[in-house]
């Protein structure tokens, strides 16, 4: 089977056949055609050649049920063939319009004609048509376009938005911002949730970053300031009845011995608060005093504030005075301490 269309023997790309079921468009088909005595039958059908640009459906229009990108052109609906060859076999050229010819001098100016092919003065104005459509999608998707990338730029960075790109393999450095950022959200999702946005595609450094990142933060023994600004991140974001909370003392045993902290530079292992006597004095902190801020709602979270390095006993005035700065830091950043937790050891019994 070839093209029905005169002239056409071999036919060029997609075919189509003729729409039989609909009787009336299957009529204009053949008209169009003009071969005389012509029926199509259910094998008949046009090449795309025949068909102008305009009678095929547009990229973002050519989609299956489901949505998808078909591979194959398709027709819009009620489309029909206007370009056929000559008896010559040559395909017709577009002719332009002819000067008004004034046939004599009685003959007034609105009698003049214009010679113009039908189909190809319709197919101008098709065309016309798709392009004022184009342009008005252009200038609706560039409008998109532009509120889509502020509604990026406020939610990510311009590191993250590199990293957004597939064409990057990795960001060399994450800024200042993105880090923080990024550390405010493991500490209130943890590192499962963590991982589930990054596998998710979401822009973040991995967790091995921000704990470099964090090896910088001040923790030196005393009220960790740094933690209460992490942790004022964090509070911005709680309902009030979240704000409610615990602070708990906790009294660990370490290992007497002096080692060398590579991020202070400095030898660490003496105790940093007062024993509660100079007899008692040691030579080696022997406890760690962990100050720790919790949750009395069900919303949980926790978070260390403050540390002192002790011997067997230390001064519980020199705790109370750190207590205080706890409680009223606590108070600056919308925390509100509500209780007091410890064991009954007798140093905390002095407390």
């Given at each position: 089977?070839?093209?029905?269309?005169?002239?056409?023997?071999?036919g060029?790309?997609?075919?189509?056949?003729?729409?039989?079921?609909?009787?009336?468009?299957?009529?204009?088909?053949?008209?169009?055609?003009?071969?005389?005595?012509?029926?199509?039958?259910?094998n008949?059908?046009?090449?795309?050649?025949?068909?102008?640009?305009?009678?095929?459906?547009?990229?973002?229009q050519?989609?299956?049920?489901r949505?998808?990108?078909?591979?194959?052109?398709?027709?819009?609906?009620?489309?029909?063939?206007?370009?056929?060859?000559?008896?010559?076999?040559?395909?017709?050229?577009?002719?332009?319009?002819r000067?008004?010819?004034?046939?004599?001098?009685?003959?007034?100016?609105?009698?003049?004609?214009?010679?113009l092919?039908?189909?190809?003065?319709?197919?101008?104005?098709?065309?016309?048509?798709?392009?004022?459509?184009?342009?008005?999608?252009?200038?609706?998707?560039?409008?998109?376009?532009?509120?889509?990338?502020?509604?990026?730029?406020?939610?990510?960075n311009?590191?993250?938005?590199?990293?957004?790109?597939?064409?990057?393999?990795?960001?060399?450095?994450?800024?200042?911002g993105?880090?923080?950022?990024s550390?405010?959200?493991?500490?209130?999702?943890?590192?499962?949730?963590?991982?589930?946005?990054?596998?998710?595609?979401e822009?973040?450094?991995?967790?091995?970053t921000?704990?470099?990142?964090?090896?910088?933060?001040?923790?030196?023994?005393?009220?960790?300031?740094?933690?209460?600004?992490?942790?004022?991140?964090?509070?911005?974001?709680?309902?009030e009845?979240?704000?409610?909370c615990?602070?708990?003392i906790?009294?660990?045993?370490i290992?007497?011995?002096?080692?060398?902290?590579?991020?202070?530079?400095?030898?660490?292992?003496?105790?940093?608060?007062l024993?509660?006597?100079?007899?008692?004095?040691?030579?080696?902190?022997?406890?760690?005093?962990?100050?720790?801020?919790?949750?009395?709602?069900?919303?949980?979270?926790?978070?260390?504030?403050?540390?002192?390095?002790?011997?067997?006993?230390f001064?519980?005035?020199?705790?109370?005075?750190?207590?205080?700065k706890?409680?009223?830091?606590?108070?600056?950043?919308?925390?509100?301490?509500?209780?007091?937790?410890?064991?009954?050891?007798?140093?905390?019994?002095?407390?």
């Open positions: 089977m070839v093209c029905v269309a005169f002239g056409c023997h071999v060029t790309g997609r075919t189509f056949y003729f729409p039989l079921k609909n009787p009336k468009l299957c009529a204009e088909w053949v008209r169009r055609v003009g071969r005389k005595d012509f029926v199509p039958g259910k008949s059908y046009l090449c795309q050649k025949h068909f102008a640009p305009e009678m095929f459906l547009a990229p973002e050519n989609v299956d049920s949505g998808r990108p078909r591979k194959r052109i398709h027709l819009v609906e009620g489309a029909i063939p206007t370009i056929f060859c000559d008896k010559a076999g040559r395909m017709p050229k577009k002719r332009k319009a000067e008004p010819l004034c046939l004599s001098s009685s003959v007034k100016a609105s009698q003049s004609v214009v010679d092919d039908h189909d190809y003065a319709e197919s101008d104005r098709r065309s016309t048509s798709v392009e004022v459509d184009q342009k008005s999608k252009i200038d609706r998707l560039t409008k998109e376009n532009d509120r889509l990338s502020v509604l990026l730029n406020k939610t990510f311009s590191d993250q938005l590199k990293a957004l790109d597939p064409n990057t393999k990795k960001v060399h450095a994450w800024s200042e993105t880090l923080k950022k550390i405010a959200k493991l500490l209130m999702c943890g590192p499962t949730g963590y991982e589930h946005c990054r596998s998710e595609g822009p973040l450094p991995c967790i091995r921000l704990h470099s990142h964090l090896a910088k933060i001040n923790f030196e023994p005393g009220l960790l300031e740094d933690m209460f600004v992490l942790l004022s991140q964090e509070v911005a974001r709680m309902a009845v979240d704000k409610y615990c602070l708990m906790d009294e660990m045993a290992q007497s011995c002096i080692e060398y902290d590579q991020t202070t530079q400095s030898l660490i292992g003496h105790p940093t608060m024993a509660s006597s100079a007899a008692a004095s040691d030579s080696l902190a022997t406890h760690a005093l962990a100050f720790v801020l919790g949750s009395c709602s069900q919303r949980r979270w926790k978070m260390m504030v403050a540390y002192e390095f002790t011997g067997k006993s001064c519980a005035q020199e705790a109370v005075r750190l207590l205080g706890i409680v009223s830091r606590s108070s600056q950043i919308g925390v509100l301490v509500k209780s007091l937790s410890m064991d009954m050891g007798p140093c905390n019994q002095a407390i």
